[in-house]
């Protein structure tokens, strides 16, 4: 079947305003963590720069996804291809056989970023968000081959041994490489061109936490509560299974024989099956929910176990915002503005993890003080707000507001 001729912009094309094509592997939702970011970035980038044009070209998971309403309100046109393979060729088709020419074309996930060199071809810059970099995760499952307690396979490192080569030949081609993290962004710099690589830190959802930000003062003290740890995850994810199974049989015992009427709980999406014979009155499998902000809120304590993977931890974050203290392993602290023993506390050793867990269940005060010290710094430091000048230099939209 002979194709229709296909007519791609000139190079020299003038266009009246800027603008931006988002080519994402995950449709941006409130209902994932990388879903989130991209739909609380753009819906910041909008409300900056109301008149430069934005569109979408991603693909519906709708087991996934949740509503699509939020799209309309920052997308001018939603390109939806009908498979995962996100092309030039399958958005010129759905463009009608002639494509826009956009000044920023921005990649977002390992996936959308295949077709790199098609999409350089109605693109003057090219972004490539990795969201979490592989190669940076190879390298910390590695170094985790060697530490008790982990189980990261030969299996898994050969796997992500092809998909890092992938990201670095994605990462070359790029104009610019946006990383989620600081950690990841050093990392790559060590293996790419420095100039090429940016952090910009996922902010906390104005989305999702509207009332934690706008109030003036945490609303309920450590106090008033139970004797809660809470740790909010994707159970999709190996990393996440991994670490939560780390702290269950090396840390959470530990804590039992110091405050018997403690209660761990496990909040997020993805299956808990790999958690079943975990089950006891000392831990609560909630699972998926409508919100997370109601556990965080009404926990003494917030967990970030990750033995290792790469990317933002959120979700020291989430439990900030909401004045809740946060003990959480070197991996998953490095990189963030937080100070150990200031706002928050790191630990690599299980005795030491719990201890400090135990210190936050049993002393209010310094309780109080860790959350508050850490909601500061979640406001000064992640924002979306806050990230208004990293977003205008790496998205080419200075003097456009």
């Known amino acids: ?13 003038s266009t009246p305003k800027r ?19 991209i739909l609380d970035l753009y819906a910041q980038i909008r409300k900056d720069f109301p008149h430069i044009k934005i569109d979408l070209y991603t693909h519906k998971r709708a087991s996934i996804d949740g509503s699509y309403a939020d799209l309309e309100a920052i997308f001018d046109k939603l390109y939806f291809s009908p498979t995962e393979d996100l092309t030039l060729s399958g958005l010129v088709v759905l463009q009608g056989q002639s494509c826009s020419r956009y000044d920023v074309v921005d990649l977002q996930f390992h996936g959308a970023a295949l077709d790199q060199e098609g999409f350089r071809q109605i693109g003057g810059k090219i972004l490539f968000t990795p969201m979490e970099s592989i190669t940076r995760t190879l390298s910390l499952s590695l170094k985790g081959l060697f530490v008790k307690g982990n189980e990261f396979t030969l299996a898994r490192i050969v796997r992500e041994l092809a998909m890092g080569i992938a990201e670095v030949i994605f990462c070359w081609r790029a104009d610019l490489v946006v990383c989620v993290s600081n950690a990841d962004a050093a990392f790559l710099r ?24 706008t109030a003036e003062s ?19 994810s ?11 049989e090396n840390v959470h015992p530990l804590i039992l024989e110091q405050v018997q009427n403690y209660v761990f ?75 150990d023993g200031y706002d928050i506390f790191v630990a690599a050793e299980p005795k030491v993890f719990a201890q400090y867990c135990i210190d936050l269940l049993k002393n209010s005060d310094l309780n109080d003080t860790m959350g508050c010290r850490a909601r500061e710094t979640c406001f000064a430091e992640y924002t979306w707000e806050s990230k208004r000048e990293s977003i205008s230099r790496i998205y080419d939209l200075t003097g456009d507001a």
């Open 190 to 213: 060590s293996i790419i061109k420095p100039a090429k690589v940016e952090a910009l830190e996922t902010g906390i959802s104005p989305l999702e936490f509207a009332d934690a930000m």
């Open 1 to 13: 079947m002979k194709q229709a001729a296909v007519v791609l912009p000139s190079q020299a094309a």
């Open 19 to 37: 603008k931006i094509l988002l080519v994402s592997h995950s449709c941006p939702s409130r209902s994932h963590a990388g879903g989130l970011r």
């Open 218 to 236: 945490i609303k309920v003290a450590s106090g008033e509560k139970k004797n809660s740890i809470v740790l909010v995850a994707y159970f999709g």
């Open 238 to 248: 190996e990393t996440n299974i991994i670490a939560t199974k780390w702290f269950l």
């Open 265 to 339: 709980s496990v909040v997020g999406r993805g299956s808990l099956a790999p958690f079943q014979h975990y089950k006891d009155s000392s831990v609560e499998f909630v699972g998926e929910v409508p919100s997370i902000a109601p556990y965080i809120e009404k926990a003494k304590i917030g967990i970030a176990p990750a033995l290792g993977g790469s990317g933002l931890r959120g979700k020291v974050n989430q439990y900030a915002i909401f004045g809740v203290p946060c003990v959480a392993s070197p991996i998953a602290a490095n990189g963030l503005a937080y100070r």
